[in-house]
C-alpha cells in the first residue's frame, strides 16, 4: 500500500498545473465629457459622470477610465482641462486612458490634450494589456498620411499581441443615428480589427447612447465575427438628436448623461449603461445592459 500512495503522489505531481485564468477587469468609459460653458464645474454634467466613475473606482482598485474624444469643450485648451476637466473627471486622471477628439485639436496639435495627459496619451495612439484583453487607443482626427502611419503602427500591434479579446476607441464612430451621423475615416482601421478577430469598438462624438450589432467594415450584420460597436458621447456635454436612425442600431438613448461599464472578463464581456443624476431625478428607464463571448 506505501508503494501504491508513492506512486500515485508522483503521478499527481507530474500532472501540470492549469494556468489560473486572467483577472476580469472593469473600464468605465464616455466621451464629450467636461462643458466648461457650465458656470460651476461642480453642478455640470461632467461632475455628475464622475461622482460615477469615483464610486466605481474606489470599490475596485484595478479598474480603469477609457475617455472617448472631445474630453473638455470648446477647444481643448490647457487653461479648459486645469478649469473644467481637472475639477471633474480630472480627479482619477492617473487611472485614465484617454483619446483624443475634434475639440482637441482645435489647439493646434492638440497641444492641451498631451500636455495635460503627457505620457499617458503617448502619440496619439498607444496599446496596454488588462487581464486577458488587448486595448488599443487610435487618434480619429488624423490627416491621410499620418493616418495611414497610425494604421501600419496598428496592423504591427496586433501581430505582436495576438489575444482572444480586443478592444479598440477612437472619438468618430464609423456608425451612428446620430446628429454628426456615420463618419467613413476609421473604416480601413475597423476593417483591420474585424480580419484580426476584435470585439469591441467604442467612440463619442454624437453626444447621445447607442448600441450597435455585430457588423463588418461595411455595415453588414456579422453575429459570429463581427465587431461591436458602442457610442458613448454621455460624458456630460449638451445632448443631440437622433437623426437617421442606422442599420443594426439596436438601443438608442440621448435623455440622460452616463457611462457605459465593461466587465472584460477572461473569454467575454459584460455592459452596462450607468445613468448620472446632477439634477436628483434620473431618467427612470431601465438601463441598457448585456453579455456576449470573444469570438
Not at 464622475?50 to 469643450?73: F, H, K, M, T
Not at 447621445?208 to 456630460?236: C, I, K, M, S
Amino acid at each position: 500500500m506505501p508503494a501504491l500512495l508513492t506512486l500515485l503522489a508522483a503521478l499527481w505531481l507530474a500532472v501540470p498545473a492549469r494556468a489560473a485564468a486572467p483577472a476580469a477587469y472593469t473600464v468605465y468609459a464616455a466621451g464629450d465629457i467636461a462643458y466648461c460653458s457650465h458656470p460651476d464645474p461642480a453642478y455640470s454634467g461632467a461632475a455628475a459622470t464622475a461622482a460615477i466613475v469615483e464610486q466605481g473606482l474606489a470599490r475596485n482598485p484595478r479598474a480603469a477610465v477609457l475617455a472617448l474624444g472631445d474630453n473638455v469643450y470648446a477647444r481643448g485648451s490647457a487653461r479648459e482641462f486645469r478649469h473644467c476637466y481637472g475639477p471633474t473627471w480630472g480627479r482619477f486622471r492617473q487611472r485614465t486612458h484617454p483619446a483624443p477628439g475634434n475639440r482637441e485639436y482645435l489647439t493646434p496639435g492638440a497641444a492641451g490634450y498631451f500636455s495635460y495627459f503627457g505620457s499617458a496619451a503617448g502619440p496619439g495612439h498607444y496599446s496596454l494589456d488588462l487581464g486577458g484583453w488587448h486595448l488599443i487607443s487610435l487618434d480619429s482626427n488624423l490627416a491621410p498620411a499620418a493616418h495611414a502611419a497610425q494604421l501600419a503602427w496598428l496592423r504591427d500591434d496586433l501581430a505582436r499581441h495576438p489575444s482572444r479579446c480586443t478592444l479598440a476607441y477612437w472619438h468618430h464612430p464609423l456608425y451612428s443615428s446620430g446628429g454628426h451621423g456615420s463618419d467613413a475615416r476609421m473604416r480601413d482601421v475597423w476593417d483591420t480589427l474585424y480580419r484580426a478577430g476584435a470585439e469591441l469598438v467604442l467612440a463619442g462624438h454624437d453626444h447621445d447612447y447607442e448600441r450597435f450589432a455585430p457588423q463588418d467594415a461595411n455595415g453588414r450584420l456579422d453575429a459570429a465575427r463581427g465587431v461591436r460597436q458602442f457610442v458613448v458621447g454621455t460624458g456630460g456635454a449638451f445632448p443631440t438628436p437622433f437623426l437617421r436612425v442606422r442599420a443594426n442600431s439596436e438601443v438608442r438613448d440621448n435623455s440622460r448623461t452616463g457611462v457605459l461599464k465593461l466587465l472584460l472578463g477572461a473569454d467575454g464581456y459584460e455592459w452596462e449603461f450607468l445613468e448620472a443624476s446632477y439634477d436628483g431625478f434620473p431618467n427612470g428607464a431601465p438601463p441598457d445592459r448585456g453579455a456576449a463571448r470573444c469570438h
